[in-house]
């Protein structure tokens, strides 16, 4: 079974680092799922909860307070501000309210305004690289 590398990067620690099968996750525009032999993508997320399927089987739950997400060939990485992982989705979903109590209106809009730049520049990195390979 072909697997993807997926890490969860917070600023002061790498939160996931392991083989998955699959990985959910929600953008600014809804929810997406990524397979092993899916198109390079990237992705703004949304504070919300990453799901994920570990190689050796089951389901894997990380809450993220927005970021960036980049799949590149087999390697998926998830760039965050703040996270937890878990297994009980009631507790994540209340970390996440707890995560974003404490952030400003300014705070919140600055945030959602650097992840699109940053998933926008990443976007127009990889279609150079396309465009370089073709």
Known sequence: ???????????????????????????????????????????????????????EGGEALVAVDQGVLVKCADDVMVSAYDGLRGTDLAALQSALVAMSAHLTEEERTARTGLARLE????????????????
């Open 1 to 55: 079974m072909r697997t993807m590398r997926l890490r969860v990067l917070l600023p002061t620690e790498v939160l996931v680092d392991e083989s998955v099968t699959k990985v959910i996750a929600e953008a600014h525009n809804g929810f997406f799922c990524l397979l092993p032999r899916h198109v390079d993508f990237v992705a703004a997320l949304v504070p919300g909860i990453v799901s994920f399927a570990p190689a």
């Open 119 to 134: 998933a926008g520049t990443l976007r127009h990195l990889l279609e150079l690289e396309e465009q370089r390979r073709a």
